[in-house]
């Protein structure tokens, strides 16, 4: 075994072992549980061998004066193996940072070296051998583990050749051990390969867990940064075009209260109330993440007349001129939800730019079904603009202002649609949305 191959806990438990395996859920394999198998049997099998060697020895062994060294040495070996296995276990479980592999190493030299003069005691210990061969295999080197699992033959051979009292070793004393050391190599490196394939599992799944938990984590961010753009698209639309027309307004009531026109100052601030009632409305909607309350009351058609007429009324209250009228061509279709919010919020948003910058005459919103596409062409007679100098300020203004039509742009791309912009400086303004009807269900009679 290489160098760089870390120990396994010699009890089955510990990480990678079928304890972790277990409690993961996702390191359970039938490598795993044979590798567990193995090891108990492996460890059994030392105690069983052990046994008998040491009752062997205590029965036939009476009138040896060092039979209570030997004894005593067979006890010292059962106990280093045991205590060995028992303080792998805690370093491994505790995640402490010794060594297993030097620990591991001293460990079995140890035993070895204890086997070894138990086997020029008696005969009866040369069974350990086999057992002791595995742990050869699993924890030296390749190169190493069968130079010493070599050494370890030809000492079994040599106790087994004295206790025959024969001058020339029996064949049955020689190939007997030889293919004992044969099967055990080639079991244990069966059982390598079979840990090294559990350590791959064991690595794969904690791998797993790791990338389980960044996509949960990118997901969750992800998530949090779409909300975000939700609610900064929502409130754009409709509480901040809402607050700004009050604004408007109660200045112009304002100064109808300073001429004494109060007649003028009553019906301003009742605007005020009913622009204030609404944007009370979205904000509650927004807390329960519905879509518009207008689309709610009435159809789309109707929510875009009574948006086009409230636009009038505010333009006029805040001393502009500005008549603003709503036209509606083709035969109506069932729109999904998505679809009437953002043509309703477009037509917000660009009434809302009208209102505040155009210093328009005129305006028309126009709702449209063609077959294949609905569309929304909102129309200005106003200043107009450089639409490449706005493209400069897609990301805001200093203000907070900026992000209508960019906010527009990602809710209609997000229906798979198109929005176009079209301006010049003294030439108004008009801003085209396409949307696909491909997936719309049937008409509807609004």
């Keep these: ?44 099998g030392f105690a069983a061998l052990l046994g008998v060697a040491v009752l062997r020895l205590l029965v036939s062994g009476g009138g040896d004066p060092l039979l209570p060294v030997w004894a005593g040495t067979a006890f ?64 030296f080197p390749r190169r190493i583990a069968l130079l010493t699992i070599a050494l370890m033959t030809a000492a079994v051979i040599a106790a087994q050749w004295a206790v025959s009292g024969l001058s020339v070793p029996h064949l049955a004393v020689v190939l007997g051990p030889m293919f004992g050391a044969a099967f055990s190599v080639v079991t244990g490196l069966a059982y390598r390969a079979l840990y090294r394939e559990a350590e791959n599992q064991r690595r794969a799944a904690d791998e797993l867990r790791r990338t389980r938990a960044e996509l949960a984590a990118s997901q969750h961010d992800a998530g949090v940064l779409a909300e975000r753009e939700r609610l900064a698209r929502e409130i754009h639309d409709t509480l901040a075009q809402g607050l700004s027309s009050i604004v408007l307004v109660a200045r112009a009531a304002e100064k109808s209260l300073a001429d004494g026109d109060t007649a003028t100052a009553a019906a301003r601030f009742a605007l005020v109330q ?40 505010s333009a006029a209250a805040g001393g502009q001129g500005l008549r603003c009228r709503f036209e509606f061509d083709g035969d109506p279709l069932e729109l999904p939800q998505p679809y009437k919010v953002t043509l309703l919020r477009a037509a917000q948003a660009s009434l809302a730019n009208v209102r505040e910058h155009a210093r328009a005459g005129n305006a028309v919103v126009t709702l449209a079904f063609l077959g294949s596409e609905v569309t929304l062409d909102i129309y200005d007679d106003g200043a107009g603009f450089d639409p490449a100098g706005m493209a400069a300020q897609m990301g805001g203004r200093a203000d907070g202002s900026g992000f209508g039509i960019p906010s527009l742009r990602e809710r209609v791309t997000a229906l798979k649609g198109s929005l176009e912009l079209e301006s010049a400086p003294g030439e108004g303004t008009v801003v085209a949305i396409r949307l696909p009807l491909d997936d719309a269900p049937g008409r509807d009679g609004e």
């Excluded at 479980?93 to 079995?108: A, E, I, K």
Aim: charged residues 15%; glycine residues 8%.
């Design 274 to 313: 009913q622009t204030a009632s609404e944007n009370l409305a979205e904000a509650r909607n927004f807390v329960r993440g519905l879509s518009s309350p207008q689309l709610h009351e009435s159809s789309l058609v109707e929510s875009l007349r009574r948006l086009c007429e409230s636009t009038e009324s």
């Design 76 to 139: 010292v070996l059962a106990g280093v193996y045991l205590a060995g296995t028992m303080l792998e276990k805690r370093f491994a479980t505790n995640g402490t940072g010794f060594d297993p592999r030097r620990y591991g190493v001293l460990w079995l030299g140890v035993v070895t070296a204890l086997w070894a003069v138990l086997l020029a005691a008696s005969a009866d210990f040369a069974w350990l051998a086999f057992p002791l061969f595995f742990l050869h295999l699993h924890l």
């Design 1 to 44: 075994m290489p160098a760089t191959e870390s120990l396994p806990p010699l009890d089955g438990t510990g990480p990678g072992g079928p304890d972790d395996a277990l409690l993961s859920g996702l390191d359970a394999a039938p490598s795993v549980a044979i590798l567990h198998a193995l090891r108990v049997t492996l460890h059994v």
